[in-house]
């Protein structure tokens, strides 16, 4: 039997301890009132795609109680692959389901997959991908050809 938890680089609900005291602003995507992300993923693979929905799908929020992290900045993504690192080794884990991957900032969060598969070479990481089309789907699996 193999373990695999459930993992959450993109965003944490409003009573995340953290959240009472934020290291620093850009711990999150902040915006003047509230930004709702635009649940575009397409926008994440499409070079033709609109910059206001590629920015809102990545850095927009899911819902009020959902912020949403800033994986761009290095303390965040430095925290989150300290965090999965503890739970790896804590749990004993074998794997990983990573909720809502393509709402990550894409460098950020190849950054973090690295991080991860340097320290467990053979470990396994398995995003959450809501799409339909298997070209879609590929573009986010490692060693695709598209």
Known sequence: MKLIKDYVTNH???????LKDLPCYDWLHQFPGYGQSSFRITTQ?????????????????????LSDLNQANPLVLNYLTQNA?????YADLDGLRVDTY????????AQWTKAITDEYPYFNIMGEVWLTESAQVSYWQ?????
């Open 45 to 65: 693979m499409d070079s033709n795609a609109s910059e206001w929905d590629k920015k809102y799908c990545e850095k927009g929020w899911f819902a009020r109680s």
């Open 102 to 109: 393509p709402y990550n900032d894409k460098a950020g969060i």
């Open 12 to 18: 944490w609900g409003s009573q995340h301890w953290m």
């Open 85 to 89: 690192i503890w739970w790896i080794e």
């Open 142 to 146: 490692k060693d695709s050809p598209i």
